[in-house]
């Protein structure tokens, strides 16, 4: 049965874990061996338990029904359960968590526009060709309806540009240097991704020197070299691509990578020859025609090469699939794990009612309500479950806050994230033993006290 659930599972498992797992390698000797093996053992040492306690039995004593029951180990089924909702709560913390950070990281401003920007692969078009019409191209595709902004540049938002680049300032020896990412842009670069200015301007089509010299910092870079953003403007600097560069602006600090690491000190200068994508900002009206578009005007304008495009925010979030997957997996091991946890809180609840049954038939007798009895039978598995919440809540903030140092942009480790799932566990567990409790309760009393 476990097979065939697998078989029909599979394609299932290699969406949620982006793997490409066959049957094939599930029938592997080794797979198989290893598979009948744990088996063997697990069967071994759930049979064991219940065999010794069986062998302890003295016989003329069970035939009389003088037999005590195995109340004696209770304390070992008690922690069976306290340790699978121990985990459970880990799990679903876990979930909560990653989920949380999540969708931090998918709602947290950028610093840029990343809403209705189509981005174009140039790495598809003829190079010489795309170098040589550049302008004539940004400027057909401006003219195209529902289009407000064309740019192009060697790394998007999401991408990286040239790393690792030493740069040199004018008037400092050559030794000190300092490592920024470089980025070619076109001089629309900041207006088509709505980026701010903390000093200076922005690239000007209009005075010829900016194209050849000018350079735009972020925050970051600025940081760097010891600079405020006012001061910056002006200076010149030299980098690889770059011989006499001169200061026009600042940028605000954006997030070019994301919310996994800091913001890296940024340049950027303009260089057609090294684009390799195209961003147009479409506007209000409808997407999928403003696409169509740009499509038939590339193939009209480089026939026989493909068009390929995503959109600016859905490449920005293929960042954290890695994220999203691991919510997708933990969350569905901690349904899983709960679901194992109230098999074994209904075992033990039916094996406390069954046990309790003369106790609970006087109690009715002497005139307990429903309700009462209930709450008897409830409070010793819901005492469990809050053990189980002490044990689960510093492993679970451990593990989280462990996790959450990866990230330089991160959500706090809120408490009420964790009173969350101690609640939902504690509902759970009355959800779970709530119809032992009230069958026990509502049993006739009168077939209690007869039972011998």
Not at 159 to 164: A, E, V
Not at 378 to 390: Q, R, T
């Amino acid at each position: 049965m476990a097979l065939l659930a697998v078989a029909g599972l599979l394609p299932v498992l290699n969406e949620l874990t982006e793997k490409q797992i066959t049957l094939t390698t599930l029938l592997d000797p080794r797979v198989m061996g290893g598979t009948v093996l744990f088996l063997a053992l697990t069967g071994l040492v759930a049979g064991l338990y219940p065999a010794l306690v069986l062998a302890r039995f003295r016989p003329v004593e069970t035939l009389k029904g003088l037999q005590a029951s195995s109340g004696g180990n209770a304390w070992l089924r008690k922690g069976l359960v306290v340790f699978q909702f121990s985990v459970s709560l880990v799990l679903i913390i876990g979930t909560l968590m990653v989920v949380r950070q999540l969708r931090y990281m998918q709602n947290q401003q950028l610093g840029f526009t990343k809403e209705r920007v189509l981005v174009v692969k140039l790495r598809e078009a003829p190079r010489r060709e795309l170098i040589g019409q550049y302008e004539s191209l940004r400027q057909e595709l401006s003219a195209l309806p529902n289009v407000e902004a064309v740019t192009g540049a060697a790394a998007m938002p999401g991408r990286t540009g040239w790393g690792g680049q030493l740069v040199w300032v004018e008037g400092r020896p050559e030794t000190e240097t300092v490592t920024l990412e470089v980025i070619t842009v076109d001089p629309d670069y900041a207006h088509t991704l709505g980026l701010k200015f903390r000093s200076g301007r922005d690239y000007d089509r209009r005075i010829p020197t900016d194209a050849s010299e000018g350079i735009l910092l972020n925050e970051a870079a600025c940081k760097a070299f010891g600079w405020n953003p006012q001061e910056a403007v002006g200076k010149k600097l030299r980098t690889a691509g770059m011989q006499n560069g001169r200061v026009l602006g600042v940028l605000a600090d954006y997030h070019q990578h994301g919310l996994k690491e800091q913001i890296r000190p940024v340049l950027t200068f303009v260089a057609p020859y090294a684009f390799n994508y195209l961003a147009i900002r479409l506007g209000a009206g409808d997407v999928q025609a403003s696409v169509a578009r740009v499509e038939q005007f590339w193939r009209s304008r480089f026939p026989g090469y493909t068009f390929q495009y995503t959109f600016l925010d859905e490449d920005f979030n293929r960042q954290y699939q890695a994220e999203e997957r691991l919510a997708r997996i933990v969350g569905l091991f901690a349904a899983l794990a709960v679901g194992i946890a109230c098999l074994g809180l209904f075992g033990l609840a039916a094996f406390t009612a069954q046990q309790r049954t003369k106790e609970i038939g006087v109690r009715k007798v002497l005139g307990a309500s429903v309700t009462s009895i209930v709450l008897l039978l409830s409070k010793d598995f819901v005492v469990l479950v809050l053990v189980a919440i002490l044990l689960a809540t510093p492993l679970a903030w451990y593990a989280v806050d462990q996790w959450l140092s990866s990230f330089a942009y991160k959500i706090d480790l809120a408490w009420w994230v964790f009173l969350l799932a101690g609640g939902l566990a504690v509902a759970v567990a009355l959800l779970t033993v709530s119809y032992q409790s009230i069958r026990a309760a509502l049993a006739n009393p009168v077939k209690s006290l007869k039972m011998e």
